[in-house]
């Protein structure tokens, strides 16, 4: 057992990618996919091994009474369920006394049958199905290695897990095809695919000088990320639906985490969080990055078969990662009106100027603005529901009853009906 560096965090989140960025799909705006690069030659294979100097060091490292053991990709069930059955093994050869552990799998959902439904159930797994909505708007881009679209089998996988009941959220990215289809894309979750928990994440994919997408710089972006108006537009059309009848059944990350900061408690998501640098990423051969936004070789931090990642994460050079993302706030989003629910996004997307040519804004400032603002009074009328010991979904019928009023017939009208 290591002894825990004084500064070190109690819980962080870690996302283990067991096969690296290795998929059997292709979908066009994956940005892990490029990451192959950083490992020529290498299987892509987390070994028996790194897998448990894992599991120990993750348990141990926690001062929390929860954990959460994450798996991402790449696909990672590409490595099979005999490892996953083997992490189970660790988890209860390493967990403390009275350590509860979480098991989370990202998965495109493409290679479940019913013995990993039967698995995920037995084990509580929580599973992200990622979908991009209905049919032609998951197609678009989330197209398999010959180039066909995966629909038909990801909703194969989500029929596994309905079959299995087995937890799960819905992952789906915003990007060029679905972005003018909000409605669409919720309904279909909610009314479809009985999802109760969904996140959106924007694609924002830039291209370097040389066209590249592996490391992240330049200001340009594909055609096939979201534009930052659109997102705001995206997310709005949403909230107006949710905020009149599906608050406290479903549960949307973007619209938890605003409502948090309005409360003024910590949103839960590190990109509307003031500093970030407690969501780190492990790659397949033990590669410790700052996050899984930045596997890259800047922000390696270490290996953690050379070094204990508690040592990693309570590292100088870690938690200036994560200060850095308040220090490097331009003056805009400080003078920002919405700046305590936004705090200037995820840096990763930091790369344009502000109006008065201030390196370090937000690409999607212009949607968050806009989305933030709109949804300014329905969060004010939570926040008081709150404060007054009610519930946040109180709000649904406060707003029909407002609507119904300002419905209402005038006087003048009421006299042209009875005639
Ligand atoms: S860089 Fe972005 S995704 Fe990564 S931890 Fe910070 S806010 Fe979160
Ligand atoms: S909305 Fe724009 S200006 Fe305001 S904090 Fe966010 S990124 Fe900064």
């Known amino acids: 057992m290591t002894t825990l560096p004084k500064n070190a965090p109690s819980a962080f989140h870690l996302l283990a990618k067991p096969t690296g960025a290795i998929c059997n799909l292709d979908c066009q705006y994956c940005f892990f996919l490029a990451k192959e690069q950083l490992y020529p030659g290498s299987k892509f294979r987390m070994g028996d091994d790194l897998l448990e100097t894992y599991i120990q060091q993750l348990l141990e490292s926690h001062q929390t009474s929860e954990v959460t053991v994450a798996w991402q990709g790449g696909e990672p069930t590409l490595m099979g369920l005999e490892f996953f059955e083997r992490s189970i093994e660790l988890v209860e050869k390493y967990k403390k006394p009275g350590q509860q552990v979480n098991h989370t799998l990202q998965t495109n959902g493409t290679r479940l049958n019913d013995k990993w439904g039967k698995f995920f159930k037995q084990h509580n797994f929580l599973i992200g199905l990622s979908v991009d909505g209905p049919q032609p708007m998951h197609d678009a881009y989330r197209v398999d290695k010959r180039g066909r679209g995966s629909f038909d089998s990801v909703m194969a996988g989500w ?98 985490a605003a409502l948090a900061n309005w409360v003024g408690v910590q949103p839960g998501v590190c990109i509307f969080s003031k500093t970030c640098g407690t969501a780190l990423a492990l790659e397949h051969n033990g590669d410790l990055y700052s996050c899984d936004h930045f596997v890259e070789p800047d922000y390696k931090l270490g290996n953690i078969q050379e070094k204990h990642m508690i040592e990693l994460i309570a590292s100088k050079k870690q938690r200036q990662f994560g200060q850095a993302k308040l220090a490097t706030l331009p003056q805009y989003c400080r003078n920002c009106e919405v700046r305590f629910a936004c705090n200037g996004g995820c840096p990763k997307n930091r790369f344009i100027k502000t109006p008065d040519g201030e390196p370090g804004l937000n690409y999607l400032c212009a949607g968050y603005k806009a989305f933030f603002t709109h949804i300014d009074k329905p969060m004010q009328m939570m926040v008081d529901l709150l404060r007054q010991g009610r519930y946040a979904d109180e709000v649904m019928q406060l707003l029909s009853k407002k609507e119904r009023r300002a419905r209402k017939p005038t006087g003048f009208g009421r006299v042209l009906k009875s005639h």
């Open 159 to 256: 029929q596994i897990l309905k079959k299995h009941q087995v937890d799960f959220n819905i992952l789906c990215t915003v990007n060029a095809a679905n972005g003018d289809r909000p409605l669409e894309v919720y309904r279909f979750f909610r009314d479809e695919l009985g999802a109760e928990f969904i996140q959106f994440i924007p694609i924002v994919e830039r291209i370097n000088v040389d066209g590249s997408t592996a490391i992240q710089s330049g200001e340009r972006v594909t055609e096939r990320s979201v534009k930052p108006k659109q997102f705001g537009q995206f997310l709005s059309a949403i909230f107006d639906e949710w905020v009149r009848r599906d608050v406290g059944k479903i549960f949307i990350q973007h619209f938890d």
